[in-house]
């Protein structure tokens, strides 16, 4: 098993003392950083799967996405400079009268990993702290909205219509959250939708670069 296997093999299973190590040892066997993420984020792939499928459930994923996060670290000082690091910000939040952050934390830390830098406002956030977060941060070139919570669909759109209605340009809006479906994303308005942080990832990459 190659170098780059055990850290895609580790992160599955949520190795997370083990990773670091590992990253490291493959950036000493001169494996590219860009190579090494792309197997960790293939992990996370597979890791969402079997969540998906009911495999494996919330704790196994979000240590997946720790060991993840602790090989990211690793990998921080490789990547700068790099173009993967250029995508410009993400402002991420679950919207308002939603309190749920286990899925936007894992997206959060799998697209900064992608190489966007992320500003997270939290949870029960309102539409009018999103375009403030828009206004304030530098080059943000994407917004993050989950809502995981039927009841909070309203709020959804209702922030994906005050981020269009702004005056505020270059940006690409992108929602997800168990009840949110491609069409429902396509009727609120919003650039791009999800179904999991794997998904995101891509997603996220695919919104920015074709702006």
């Known amino acids: 098993m ?10 599955e299973n949520g190795k997370t003392k083990l990773v670091p190590g590992l990253v490291q040892e493959a950036l000493d066997a001169e494996h590219s950083p860009q190579d090494i993420l792309k197997a960790m984020v293939a992990a996370m792939g597979v890791v969402g799967d079997k969540f998906s499928a009911g495999t494996i ?21 490789h990547l700068a400079g790099d ?41 029960d956030v309102s539409a009018q702290k999103f375009i403030d977060a828009v206004k304030e941060n530098e080059n943000v070139t994407l917004v993050g909205l989950s809502g995981l919570l039927s ?22 809006v992108m929602v997800g959250g168990a ?14 939708y999800a179904p999991d942080a794997g998904g995101a990832v891509i997603k996220a990459k695919e919104l920015v670069r074709a702006a």
């Open 151 to 172: 009841t909070t669909m309203p709020a959804l759109k209702d922030t994906v219509k005050a981020l269009k209605n702004s005056d505020l340009t270059g940006f690409k």
């Open 57 to 77: 459930f919330v704790p196994e994923m979000l240590i997946a996405a720790k060991a993840m996060a602790k090989g990211v670290d690793v990998l921080k000082p």
């Open 83 to 123: 173009t993967s690091s250029s995508l410009g910000t993400c402002v991420i939040g679950t919207v308002q009268g939603d309190l749920h952050d286990i899925g936007k934390n894992l997206v959060a830390m799998m697209v900064e990993s992608a190489g966007f830098t992320i500003v997270d406002l939290g949870v």
């Open 2 to 11: 190659s170098k780059i296997e055990e850290v895609k093999a580790h992160v």
């Open 179 to 192: 009840p949110v479906t491609q069409a429902m994303a396509d009727e609120i308005g919003a650039d791009g």
